[in-house]
DNA sequence: AATTACCCCGAAAACGTTACCGGTAATGAT
DNA sequence: ATCATTACCGGTAACGTTTTCGGGGTAATT
């Protein structure tokens, strides 16, 4: 129960107390084999008593092997970085890693070069063995310790990456509502220099043009995947003189801006407006009606950048550089297939 | 653009390259102010152009002040851990603090020992200055760096904390409920050995009493904060032979679980059920219809956390050991008042 | 009995940084 | 002209760990 006043416990307190040398003490902690069971008991048992734990910077800075996995989440709050930890706290707590999360603030600003520099400052020389980025919009690190990337926002990269197959995923989605009956499709898409943006817009426009069918640009609108600005884009939409039947959102997120603005406009869903989002994020199936999406495995994507981590960790060669995770339909209740009748 | 092929740049490189010492390169990146304007300018610049930057974990085991501090949530997932996270966050992006993240897996066996040793890896000689834990089980950790817990797990603890007024917001929900003419109101709790439990149960009790209604066993139920919980409770709550009219659920989550067994039943809320819930978590609005709840300023009390955490790193005492952070009625639409005609 | 082999363990050198102490040159005061 | 003061900077000792090296025992082999 006794505390020290000033400074921590060491190595070296504990050396004292177990009567042996610091390099013994470490090797337990260690667990090297160059070492006799019953000291190796001993110093276990000092270990516990003292409720010693080695300092992680000091083992950090000596040895190469630090047994730290590191990621780094844009300003925390979007569901999609917090389910890409979830799968990356899963594939993890099975090792003997741990797992460090840093997030980079929410200013604009120097968003770039100011997650770029933390990212550095974590890895150059210091606490991780490698480090996970989502959604990255740096497309390159200086760093010689390694870098994977799930969903980077541009195509072009240092860095392996793990993404997913959106414009498949988009394809789907099109299918799914072109069936229904659906002819004037409303999109609701994210900044246009991303690259999961261009994809999922690539694969609206592309789903309308195998169905024939001409694109008319009053149907595309930009948000930015916020749940906000997909009620304004809905809104838009839903106030055009000629209104889609059904629209399309780029993210579960701005889904359920359009839920809201169905809301404020009378409309229920799916009688009077179809809906389909993008990710499958919990809170797609919590929804009332439930959001018809297109599945994205974000925690798998997690899981998969943590193995190609380890991979490059260990010096193995990667067999891709670019995995991409495969989407699928999630068909629930926000869909509904068009009147015959026309009005 | 070259790179070095195996180590990492060290300030050793930047002084060579600058044509000045060690010390001084540490002077400049440090802000101190014994340096010439001239010299300052240059170093900076070289560093710059190096793209140099310290190691944390020299840095860290070298000076007492690490300008990081540390967050150690449970198994991120859940919603309030996220919210406080985002509120320690935003309070940090104005200080030259930077903060890392660290999440215990959800291994239940080990949980407190678990998470008290990676608490005390982080701090205890290492890399923060001080460390938040949200709802920990701990009620003591051996260390000498401060800690601040936000709605710790018991009551009794030996770190300051901040928590909110759990017994009053659990009040005014019955209070609303009572108000409206329930009197058959169910009640979903969480782990008994919770303060936070505890108190709104205390308060659901209270609330009855004070309204002169009997405490009814069977419409006390336990769940653990998760929705699947609050959906069997629910369940087990509705298929009574006489259900309650008004269901008060501990936390939103099991809410969210209340509203999937109305609709499992065939009942509407609040036609047929009237629901609360505790928390006030994003999904509360977002919900169909909206969740009538108990608002806890969650990212708030993550913001006085740090508040608290910082006065005690400074060394300046604190004038509470305990802060409680004030609950309010949110009213929404999942309440409506009973019908005169009993049945 | 002498040599070899092996098993443990301690001493000491790093790791990259900051804190402390001095030293030099320039300036100002007597 | 000498001394005290200041401004600036470099050398060096830590910080707490891991790793390498080697040495002292004891057991095995010749």
Redesign the pocket.
């Known amino acids: 129960m006794m505390r020290r006043s000033k400074?921590?416990l060491?190595?070296?307190d504990v050396a004292k107390a177990a009567g042996?040398?610091?390099?013994?003490v470490?090797?337990v902690?260690?667990n090297k084999d160059?070492?006799?069971p019953e000291?190796y008991e001993r110093v276990k048992a000092v270990i516990a008593d003292m409720g010693y734990t080695?300092?992680l910077a000091?083992?950090s800075?000596?040895?190469?092997?630090k047994n730290v996995l590191g990621l780094i989440i844009p300003d925390a709050g979007a569901p999609f970085p917090i389910e890409v930890m979830k799968g990356v706290n899963r594939a993890i707590s099975t090792l003997e890693y741990d797992l460090i999360i840093y997030t980079c603030g929410d200013t604009r600003k120097h968003f770039t070069a100011d997650r770029e520099k933390k990212f550095v400052s974590l890895l150059n020389?210091s606490v991780t063995d490698g480090v996970i980025v989502v959604t990255p919009e740096a497309t390159h690190f200086n760093t010689n310790a390694p870098v994977v990337a799930v969903d980077p926002h541009y195509e072009i990269n240092e860095y392996p990456s793990v993404i997913s197959t959106n414009w498949e995923g988009a394809m789907e989605a099109m299918g799914h509502l072109l069936n229904l009956g659906h002819q004037r499709i409303g999109f609701i898409s994210g900044r246009y220099d991303l690259q999961s943006t261009n994809r999922r817009l690539l694969g609206y426009q592309d789903g309308l043009a195998k169905a024939g069918i001409p694109i008319d640009p009053e149907l595309i609108t930009q948000g930015d995947f916020s749940a906000d600005s997909g009620l304004k884009c809905a809104r838009q939409l839903l106030s055009l003189t000629k209104p889609p039947t059904a629209i399309f959102a780029a993210n579960d997120e701005m889904a359920m801006g359009v839920y809201q603005a169905a809301h404020e406009a009378g409309l229920s869903i799916p009688e009077d407006l179809s809906v389909v989002g993008f990710d499958n994020i919990p809170e797609a199936s919590q929804s009332e009606p439930g959001l018809t999406t297109i599945h994205q495995p974000i925690q798998e994507m997690g899981k998969i950048a943590v193995q190609m981590l380890l991979k490059l960790i260990e010096g193995e060669p990667l067999e891709e550089n670019i995995i991409k995770t495969p989407t699928c339909l999630v068909i629930r209740d926000s869909c509904q297939a068009l009147e015959p009748v026309r009005q």
Request: glycine fraction near 0%.
């Open positions: 400074r921590s060491t190595i070296q042996v040398s610091v390099s013994t470490s090797r902690l260690n160059d070492i006799a000291t080695s300092s000091a083992r800075m000596r040895s190469l092997r020389n």
